[in-house]
């Protein structure tokens, strides 16, 4: 198994490689440590809310979105591409072998620019509240959209992989983790 791609190798040696890693695997541990990093950035989002703190709780809710999400979809399309394309069923269709996969490198593209500006916005920004509010809001309808995307990728044509199943119901628990916050922010 290829570790950047998670594809099969024709190589016999690089199969046996006790250094190679299997590309699902570190696709779902991604997977894994994105929920847990998400959920910490909330928590230290509602730490600061519950002190009245709305700007510094706002900058924490857009760095959960950026960091958690952004950051690791952004080593999942650079380092295993394949794999992640394949576990969210899109391998339909594209000839991993003579390329990279065109909807998962536009992916890992918007990810990387959202994960640039929001840093950018953290750092130049910190006692503002409506550059906070508008990447997290940007990021939060972005995400919005892909579990609607994901919704009818399994509704529509039977594609019931596990990210099309949990998508739609971690975006509706991130919209309603963030909108107290950024209610409380705005109005700051």
Known sequence: MDLE???QSSSSASESSPQKVDGTC???????????????????AYH?????HFVTAVRW?????????????VVEGIWFYEAAGRLKGYHQGFDYSVGRNPY???????FATSLVISCATFCAYSDLAPPQ???AG??????????????????AHGNCHWQNINRPI???????????????????
């Open 61 to 73: 809710l857009q760095v959960a979105l950026s960091h958690a999400l952004c950051g690791t979809a």
């Open 48 to 52: 600061y809310y519950s002190q009245k």
């Open 104 to 110: 998962q490198t536009q992916n890992t593209l918007w």
């Open 170 to 188: 971690l975006s509706l628990l991130l919209l309603a983790g963030a909108l107290p916050i950024l209610s409380k922010a705005f109005n700051v």
């Open 133 to 135: 509010i508008a990447m």
């Open 5 to 7: 791609s998670g594809s």
């Open 26 to 44: 570190m696709v779902r541990v991604i997977e894994i440590f994105r929920i847990l990093l998400c959920c910490a950035g909330y928590a230290w």
């Open 138 to 155: 940007l990021q939060l309808l972005f995400f919005t959209l892909s579990a609607m995307n994901h919704t009818y990728e399994a509704v």
